[in-house]
């Protein structure tokens, strides 16, 4: 069992910047391929990024590429999102995500869900 919690969510303005956090209950933290995935309200989920167990690979959304990037510290257990050049079209509750099997783009394949962060880019 893996629990999740996110952290770092706030308010900005745009161009600006935020890190996110997730921080895993899991004692096997690096077994699990991780993702950050969104959702504004009325709109379905998003995918954001992912980065493999060992952290060698990480992919991206084409909307965040070159302005988000993703990491991992395993020894701490907890999964990072560096989230730069901030836009208005970025505000969403933001949830990071744990896969059993591998850094899918479908938030379907992941088996544990944090509750998710606010980021709020204002114009």
């Known amino acids: 069992q893996v629990q999740l919690v996110e952290s770092g969510g706030g308010l900005v303005q745009a161009g600006g910047s935020l890190r996110l956090s997730c921080a895993a209950s899991g004692r096997t933290f690096n077994s699990y391929h991780m993702g950050w995935f969104r959702q504004a309200p009325g709109k379905e989920r998003e995918f954001v990024t992912a980065i493999t167990g060992s952290g060698r690979n990480s992919y991206y959304a084409d909307s965040v590429k070159g302005r988000f990037t993703i990491s991992r510290d395993n020894a701490k257990n907890t999964v990072y999102l560096q989230m730069n050049s901030l836009k208005p079209e970025d505000t969403a509750v933001y949830y990071c995500?744990?896969?059993?099997?591998?850094?899918?783009?479908?938030?379907?394949?992941?088996?544990?869900w944090g509750q998710g962060t606010q980021v709020t880019v204002s114009s």
């Open positions: 995500a744990a896969s059993r099997n591998h850094p899918s783009t479908q938030y379907r394949q992941y088996d544990y």
